[in-house]
């Protein structure tokens, strides 16, 4: 070493060598300080070396050294290059960490951070675990305030605000030195999606400090802040409990003041806030405190348990009183997250039922509030809900104005919407037997919207088939033949009428024995209507005008199944090739009946071919005899089965 000073390799492995014939002593021998000489020398000309550094420091760290280690690790950080440090401070954390002293290790993990930032975390778990929550609730404020942090453990800012909370909370003693309720505020600000843990801390804050008006004030602001069913339970809950503990404070000193009435009030007041509120962690000095929310002054001069009765009476009534709101608290917060949720706004209806006014209240601020191209669910049902209020509470005048507003509505979203407000208000006069009065309001909704309809305004409620169904109906009971029949044609010309509707005008006109205007309007529905709505349409008048002219009109019936079978789809074809054959069969000639049948077997779906096949079986026998039979067998056969071998036979490769 006297020639080398400058080798590394003799350096390293001589003091390996004498760090590992040291071990042998204790390490209060002598021989240990000549070896912590011996690196001394060695880091005159070694540096920069961070192995030797190293070495030393854990060689310092087994000899529990704090002092020499803490200056040693700051020797090697002053004398190794910024790129190297973090060799050093590895093991310099690890360590100062493991120490009894927490502000050591405080005052290295500072200058650490200013190597690594990104450990303020790591940090903030050390100061928590050595009870330092104020130190502790800095650092968590500066990762929050940076916008870059990335948690390595997984966490968000908003676990961290929760970790803030519950410093504050519990810690109320040690962090009076911040303005405790401004930054959970500030934290309600930010993270509007989960705030009421946030706003239970801000609660428990004050109740910590006996001030229980101050919290009870906080619980009511955010029970009207919180927008989700979550958050209000949170909240509400803490409320709840908060009350229920005063409530069974003042119990406990009614009972304990009747067993001594001789003790003075004060002293019991102080005495029993302080053991019920202990589970909560409230200090005698903040108890004392909470003595100003009763209210001295305006007890004097009243007997001691009269004075108690009092404030339990207060308090209970509150609690009641929370309880009763509870429901309507809920709607708001809900309406508040969503103020054009009409489902919403209908059960807090069914909330004030019991008060006629409230509820008109409440209807009418909901028809202002709500955005109906916002809305969700039927906003026509706000309205007919309205009306039909008004008419069970025997204001039918008012719920004339209620129909009138609604119906002069430009705003909704389809012209279904509006023909149910029509409807409703009409069926109102019904259920009032005021059968004319629903006919003029029907009328004029059926009438007057359609010249609207072309400026823009509002939806064409002269498409809507219910309304038109229902001006109809009050025409046939009011109403003349001629009106009626000309409702009928005004939707059949609109294009609204369904098969049902059909049905309803012919059997009206029929009633009337007007059984050509009967078959006239058939051939309107065919000429519209499509399948498979025409099927039943195509039955009844087949059906019916056989009924009606039997075998008079021969050739039109030909051409009208003729017509049917030549557009119907295959899988309704097959009842109509019965019903021709019948007709045949009655009316016309047998051999027409046949020929029908036998068409019919090879035009209906493969599936219905057996029992096609099996009709035509059966006619043949009836009518001509075993001869022509076996030749339908013979050709049913073929087609049934062989036909089928071929076919599956034919895609064989030899």
Known sequence: MKFLPGSYKLWYNYLKEAREYVKQWSVDDKRYEVINDLHERALIYMNKMPRIWLDYCQFL?????????????????????????????????????????????????KRYLRFNPDAREDFVHFLLTNGRHKDAMNNIILLLDDDLFYSKKGKSKFDYW???????????????????????????????????????????????????????????????????????????????????????????????????????????????????????????????????????????????????????????????????RR?????????????????????????????????????EKASKTIDPSKAIGRY?????????????????????????????????????????????????????????DAYLIVKSACTSRSDKREKGQGANVTHSLRLWSFY?????RIGTFENVKSIYQRIIDLKLANSQTIFNFCDFLEKHMYFEETFKVYEQAINYLTWPS?????????SKFVERYGGEKIERVRDLFEQVLSACPKDKIKIFYYMYSDFEEKYGLLNNAIRILDKGCTDVMKEDRPESYSVLISKTANFFGITKTRNVFNVSIFILIFSELWRSSSMIKF
């Not at 069970?392 to 507003?405: D, F, H, P, T």
């Not at 025409?534 to 087949?542: K, P």
Request: hydrophobic letters at 40%; a negative charge.
């Open 61 to 109: 760290i087994d000899q529990r050294l704090i002092t020499q280690t803490r200056k040693t690790f700051d020797k090697a950080l002053m004398s190794l290059p910024v790129t190297q440090h973090e060799k050093i401070w590895d093991i310099y954390i690890n360590w100062v960490t493991n120490l009894p002293l927490a502000q050591t290790a405080i005052g290295v993990y």
């Open 162 to 324: 929760l970790m803030l909370c519950d410093i504050i909370t519990k810690q109320t003693d040690k962090v009076k030195d911040f303005d405790c309720e401004s930054i959970i505020r500030h934290g309600l600000s930010k993270y509007t999606d989960e705030v009421g843990r946030l706003w239970v801390a801000l609660c428990n804050y004050y109740i910590k400090q006996g001030l229980f008006e101050k919290s009870r004030d906080i619980f009511e602001e955010a029970l009207s802040k919180v927008s989700t069913a979550r958050d209000f339970s949170l909240v509400f809950n803490s409320y709840l409990k908060f009350e229920e503990e005063m409530v069974s404070t003042m119990i406990k000193m009614s009972e304990e003041i009747k067993e001594d009435e001789d003790d003075d009030y004060d002293t019991r007041l102080e005495k029993l806030i302080d053991t019920s509120f202990s589970q909560l962690g409230i200090e005698n000095s903040s108890v004392n405190s909470s003595r100003k929310e009763f209210n001295k002054n305006s007890l004097e001069g009243m007997k001691l348990e009269d004075k108690m009765n009092l404030d339990l009476n207060i308090k209970f009534f509150r609690m009641t009183n929370l309880i009763e």
């Open 327 to 363: 429901p309507f608290l809920l709607s708001d917060a809900l309406l508040r997250q969503n103020p054009h949720n009409v489902k919403e706004w209908l059960k807090r209806v069914k909330i004030c039922k019991d008060d006629s006014d409230l509820t008109i209240q409440t209807f």
């Open 380 to 436: 026509e049902t706000l309205w007919i809900e309205y009306g039909k209020f008004c008419e069970s509470i025997n204001q039918v005048g008012k719920a004339n104005e209620v129909y009138l507003r609604a119906v002069n509505l430009n705003c909704f979203k389809s012209s279904e919407q509006l023909a149910n407000i029509w409807c409703e208000f009409a069926e109102m006069h019904i259920r009032s037997n005021n059968y004319y």
């Open 472 to 476: 109809v109906d009050l025409e046939e």
């Open 534 to 542: 025409l099927y039943d349409v195509w039955l009844m008048y087949l």
